[in-house]
């Protein structure tokens, strides 16, 4: 029986033994059709931590110990006993492990190849559910308890810290973050090694690589995030984006027998990732937020066999020939048969000229408990008329001492689900500013007040505001494509039946068919979710846009 004395779940109304549930005999029978059965020594070593996860282990007789690994020092987590067996996500993800495996005692084992796993799961609707509870509680359990090799050292008035912060925690990924506005002695230690101020935050990666102010790029190098994707052989389909719209692509094209590739050049979950909380998403009455919905759809993808390369962003769409490419940041050209192009939009900059100052520093553009414990306490804005503003509103309002929320329009009608607008009504920490704009931020580290005035009587305020959330526009992320596609005028994608007969021409459409619903003016490219042209942004919309074009993927592949 495991020992969940050290390890233990964090889910609140889970049971004590969710993350180590025992296999029956005829389970584990399921599980070795799949393996092989081998002894096992005391002693040896099953698994090391940076190392690509690669096998799967049941535990017939013997034990296991699960062992953190920091500075040279071993620390057990968690033993395994008979009918217990290893693994959290990086079985899936085949991505390195995070700790080391040792045998405790003597024993036989059920051994599986990642392979073999990914089709285990993928037959057996029983063992998948075990497996897949498990796996995330343990993932849930390690970030919780900062188990692993990443440590952060950083300042949270720093926008690289909490850009560092926020990709490490939307890629579930465990880390130790040591704040220098707390911890001098740290601030005296980095004095000591000549660390300027310009070069955090400061990373500690595998226990020895040190990085100053490192990339998104450099960090999923180190942790070795791309380390079990082939980037050679060519792809039935390529999906670009990882927000909603692309993974459900992905999760549907890999259920389907689809050899796929998602390419995202941050972390999963795009615009919606950002979303402390979506109320009004089908099946999910209590609400769920943008980044766990982004988690669970992650790990589907990937428990069909979907594959993942991170922190890459697209450089340039290949499409003078096909198979087309699609270029990367890392030099690389991915190579694909169809591609699916979901790489969203981003919220439109207010002009203002001190912006880029205070970005990260009190101005925001995402609503996670990351950025809402920042300004706990203090009065906030958020700037927006959508559904993404409102949601930030109302999370924000939990902890902020007074929230306003500035809209240029007349209300929130025509731009806002009615359940939204109801809870800001009646929040009394909520003050809806109509016909109201930014006019000027001040501070000197950090934001600490913002003017605003009304555009009808040009009445003008200020406040002392530690938190602005800039929630307003859409600006497609289509600058990438080198005009391989038609796009309307404000940047989007135009796809199926909104392309017109000179759009065709002008493309030099080759097919007697006309595109697809969602094909754009290149054959075999589709475009889904708020890259679109006239998509309707909704996190569901995108889900079912990504979902559907999956079917005629099949239909051009088949051409």
Not at 180 to 207: G, K, N, Y
Not at 402 to 410: A, C, E, G, K, N
Not at 412 to 417: H, I, K, Y
Request: glycine share 10%.
């Amino acid at each position: 029986m495991a020992d969940l004395t050290q390890i233990t779940s964090p889910a609140a109304g889970e049971p004590a033994d969710a993350m180590f549930p025992l296999l029956t005999r005829a389970q584990q029978s399921r599980v070795k059709a799949h393996g092989r059965v081998r002894p096992v020594e005391s002693g040896e070593t099953l698994a090391e931590p940076h190392q690509t996860t690669n096998r799967f282990f049941s535990v017939i007789s013997g034990e296991l110990s699960i062992l953190n690994v920091s500075d040279g020092a071993e620390k057990v987590v968690g033993t395994l006993g008979p009918g217990t067996f290893t693994g959290e996500l990086n079985v899936l993800s085949g991505r390195p492990g995070l700790a080391r495996i040792r045998a405790s005692a003597d024993g036989e084992l059920i051994e599986i190849d990642r392979e073999q796993m990914l089709s285990l799961v993928q037959t057996d609707s029983e063992l998948s559910d075990i497996f897949l509870h498990a796996f995330i509680l343990r993932r849930l359990a390690l970030i919780q308890q900062g188990v692993g090799d990443f440590i952060l050292v950083g300042s949270t008035h720093s926008l690289d810290t909490l850009r560092i912060k926020e990709f490490l925690t939307r890629n579930a990924h465990p880390y130790t973050y040591i704040d220098l506005d707390r911890d001098r002695d740290v601030e005296e230690l980095l004095d000591h090694f000549q660390v300027d101020v310009s070069e955090l935050p400061v990373t500690i990666c595998s226990s020895n690589v040190v990085m100053r102010n490192p990339t998104n790029q450099l960090i999923a190098e180190c942790l070795g995030f791309n380390k079990g994707v082939d980037q050679t052989h060519v792809r039935d389909v390529i999906i670009v984006g990882a927000g909603p719209a692309g993974l459900a692509a992905a999760v549907y094209a890999a259920s389907e027998g689809l050899d796929v590739l998602v390419v995202e050049a941050d972390s999963p979950g795009g615009q919606a990732g950002a979303s402390s909380k979506i109320e009004n998403y089908l099946g999910f009455p209590t609400g769920i937020s943008g980044q766990e919905l982004a988690g669970r759809s992650y790990t589907q993808a990937q428990k069909f066999g979907a594959q993942m390369l991170v922190a890459e962003a697209a450089k340039g769409l290949i499409c003078d020939s096909r198979p087309y490419a699609i270029d990367v940041d890392n030099g690389n050209h991915l190579l694909g048969r169809s591609i699916i192009i979901a790489t969203g939009a981003q919220y439109r900059k207010l002009p203002l000229a001190e912006l880029s100052r205070f970005e990260g520093a009190g101005v925001y553009y995402a609503c996670t408990h990351i950025e809402a414990q920042l300004c706990r306490g203090d009065e906030v804005v958020v700037v927006g008329g959508g559904n993404s503003a409102g949601q930030a509103a109302v999370y924000l309002a939990q902890n902020a001492r007074r929230v306003y929320l500035l809209v240029r329009r007349d209300g929130l009608a025509d731009t806002m689900s009615r359940y939204l607008i109801r809870r800001i009504e009646e929040s009394p920490a909520i003050s809806l500013l109509a016909n109201t704009e930014i006019k000027s931020l001040d501070g000197s580290d950090r934001l600490e007040r913002v003017e605003w005035h009304n555009n009808k009587t040009s009445e003008a305020e200020t406040h002392n505001i530690s938190g602005l959330f800039s929630m307003t526009g859409a600006v497609p992320n289509s600058g990438w494509l080198n005009g391989c596609v038609a796009l309307d005028d404000d940047g989007f994608i135009k796809t199926g039946p909104d392309l017109t007969k000179d759009d065709l021409t002008s493309a030099g459409w080759p097919l007697n068919r006309a595109p697809y619903l969602f094909e754009t003016s290149l054959p075999g490219v589709l475009a889904v979710g708020d890259v679109r042209a006239r998509n309707v942004k909704r996190v569901a919309s995108a889900v079912g846009e990504g979902s559907i074009s999956v079917s005629f993927v099949h239909q051009i592949l088949a051409e």
